[in-house]
Structure formats: C-alpha cells, structure tokens
C-alpha cells in the first residue's frame, strides 16, 4: 500500500514563495513518475506539474517560470517550489504517484494567496 503526505501548504501574501512536499512510503517512488495537481473551489482538479523516474518535468503553461517541480528518491520525496505566487493559485494542492494503472493520491495541502 502507498501512502503520500503532503505537507508545506500555508497562508502567503502575493508574491511570495512556498516549497511543498510529498512524502511517499513504500518502496516504488523511484521507479514512478509524479505529479501535482491543485483544485480550486468549484473547479476541476488540474495538473500542475509532473516528473518522471528520470527527472523530466512538464508544468502547465501558467506555471511555467514561477514553480519548479523536484524529486529526492533517497527520501522517497518530491517537491514543488512556487514562486511569484498570485491569488488565482489558491487551491488544494494534491501530489500524485503513477505506477501504471494505478495513481495513489495525497490527501491534499491547502494553499492561500492573498492580495
């Protein structure tokens, strides 16, 4: 069984920075690929951002150049540094493990930006 746990969420005014992280048990992190995902009140989940086993990394466009996904397999852990941080980031922001066909979800971080 696989369980993530999120952690780093928080309150933030505009424009600053918060470094999320996920912390994944058992022993198939590495071999997997992750990713994070946010939802929004009334709003579908999306994705964030995704890294292979290998380090590749995808951001959705309103990401790109503001939040840098990470992973450490020695710590079973990945991470999402978020900079420039806008209102509209507000979320619940969830880390998901891929190992095809099955995803594990976290239970979710909340995040809140205020202007």
């Known amino acids: 069984q696989v369980q993530l746990v999120e952690s780093g969420g928080g309150l933030v005014q505009a424009g600053g920075s918060l470094r999320l992280s996920c912390a994944a048990s058992?022993?198939?992190?590495?071999?997997?690929?992750m990713g994070w995902y946010r939802q929004a009140p009334g709003k579908q989940r999306e994705l964030v951002a995704t890294?292979?086993?290998?380090?590749?990394?995808y951001y959705a466009d309103s990401m790109k150049g503001r939040f840098t996904i990470s992973r450490d397999n020695a710590k079973n852990t990945v991470y999402l540094q978020m900079n420039s941080l806008k209102p509209e980031d507000t979320a619940v922001y969830y880390c998901?493990?891929?190992?095809?066909?099955?995803?594990?979800w976290g239970q979710g971080t909340q995040v809140t930006v205020s202007s």
């Open positions: 998901k493990l891929t190992q095809p066909p099955i995803s594990y």
């Open positions: 058992g022993s198939i992190f590495s071999n997997n690929a």
């Open positions: 890294i292979t086993s290998g380090g590749s990394t």
